[in-house]
């Protein structure tokens, strides 16, 4: 057998969206067209964005940079040109003016998370485990995943909210937040996703203030993870912007517009902190692609990585959102307690199937044997066990056509209407 560290044991061990992807893949590859697939997190590639990153790369090609680019090391902060180009983006756009030291572009923004988490949660000098706090349950099954260590991510249940028949909407919990970190000594960060992964709640900006000022008063980072929001690739519904303060590390991603495979993340905050993270960095894989951040750095001084994705991506997202509504209302037996979350932003739907006789794993698993493909919620609670509301919920990709939608929804609705019936 092998004799893996506990380091070693942790990351084989894989939770969370990681560990049904493996049986997602394994069904997928069995048979490819059999399948509706629903669970996608990969951004659908729309003809524009593509057309914008070839034009990019045969820039560089043509312009001879191509072997400066991607024979020679750099700076494990990043490019100089990436990190001045957003530095100007954020103070033209937003008047927010950052010194070079504040910018780091990471490998990705999982790698990010992983930096951040690890160095200011797990393990203390004194031997105590910092957490990282989640404010508001569900949130990215990923932040599971990149702790070194277990037990590292903890979370608030939210207050579930009806807005209509079979609308809904998570509202943040503001007390439970407070008093949590006003009685445990043990959170060394607090981490959330804006526009959020799984349910597409955007927090409002009074939330995140409060959040923030909590935090700062208790010397806490806070991580904003803003992978799915603007100005790229800016899949938000409703209005909100970039929120940067001197506790707050913004953690930004180029996956969503396009660029996943080249892994370029952005990490914006106090020297301070993104000193810690840069030593990291430099030290498990020296720095991210040469060649994607320039690319980025054409796209952003162009003006079109901001304005396809404004005009493009984000349009392209709500029109799949109502259409998904649409199919549900339509295909969904009326007299199902069933609610979408209200759609904010992101690329997926989020279905809670209210009273559901048996548990989220198990509808996934019925689901594929009728050939759909979803993800079970359960993941995005990240251990909680605070109610039966964690196991009543599945995430639709909405980076399907229409026609796979469709055909999914009708899946959907024939199990869940036989589910009820039965029961
Ligand atoms: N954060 C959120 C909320 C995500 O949904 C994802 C990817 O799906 C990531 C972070 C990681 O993305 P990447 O490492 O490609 O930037």
């Known amino acids: 057998a092998l004799h893996l560290s506990k380091i070693g044991n942790k990351m084989t061990n894989k939770v969370g969206v990681r560990a049904i992807m493996h049986d997602i893949q394994e069904v997928l590859n069995s048979n490819l067209n059999q399948y509706v697939n629903l669970s996608a997190g990969n951004p659908a590639i729309l003809p524009q964005v593509y057309e914008m990153w070839e034009e990019a790369l045969k820039d560089i090609v043509n312009d001879k940079q191509l072997k400066n680019l991607i024979s020679q090391y750099g700076s494990s902060y990043g490019t100089h040109e990436l990190i001045d180009c957003i530095r100007e983006y954020f103070f033209t756009n937003y008047r927010i003016k ?83 970190i006003a009685q445990d000594p043990d959170v060394g960060a607090v981490v959330l996703s804006r526009p959020n992964n799984p349910s597409g709640n955007i927090l409002s900006e009074e939330s995140v203030q409060l959040i923030s000022q909590v935090c700062k008063d208790y010397h806490i980072p806070l991580l904003i993870d803003s992978a799915y929001a603007p100005p790229f690739p800016a899949i938000n519904f409703i209005e909100m912007d970039p929120i940067i303060h001197d506790n707050i590390i913004h953690c930004m991603s180029l996956s969503k517009v396009g660029l996943p495979g080249e892994r370029i993340g952005i990490a914006i905050g106090k020297s301070d902190f993104i000193k810690v993270m840069e030593a990291f960095q430099s030290n498990i894989l020296i720095h991210s692609s040469r060649l994607g951040q320039r690319m980025v750095v054409s796209t952003l001084k162009s003006g079109q990585l901001a304005g396809i994705s404004a005009n493009h991506i984000r349009t392209h997202y709500k029109q799949k959102h109502d259409y998904l509504k649409n199919l549900l209302t339509i295909r969904m037996p009326d007299d199902i307690p069933w609610y979408l979350h209200k759609a904010e932003g992101s690329l997926f739907g989020w279905l809670w199937l209210e009273g559901l006789p048996f548990s989220d794993t198990d509808l996934y698993n019925k689901l594929k044997a009728e050939n759909l493909i979803v993800v079970p919620g359960g993941s995005f609670f990240h251990g909680s066990q605070s109610s039966s509301h964690n196991r009543e919920c599945i995430r639709i990709s909405l980076t399907a056509a229409d026609e796979e939608l469709k055909k999914g929804i009708d899946i959907l609705s024939s199990v869940v209407k036989e589910i009820y019936s039965s029961n």
């Open 98 to 180: 950052l010194d070079r030291e504040q910018v780091l572009i990471t490998s990705g923004s999982q790698n990010l998370f992983f930096l951040a988490l690890n160095s200011f949660c797990g393990t203390s000098k004194e031997g105590r485990v910092k957490k990282a706090l989640i404010p508001m349950l569900p949130d990215y099954a990923g932040y599971s995943g990149v702790a070194l260590e277990e037990g590292v991510i903890e979370g608030i249940p939210p207050i579930l909210s009806k807005l209509d028949h079979h609308t809904f909407r998570y509202e943040f919990n503001k007390q439970a937040f407070k008093d949590k």
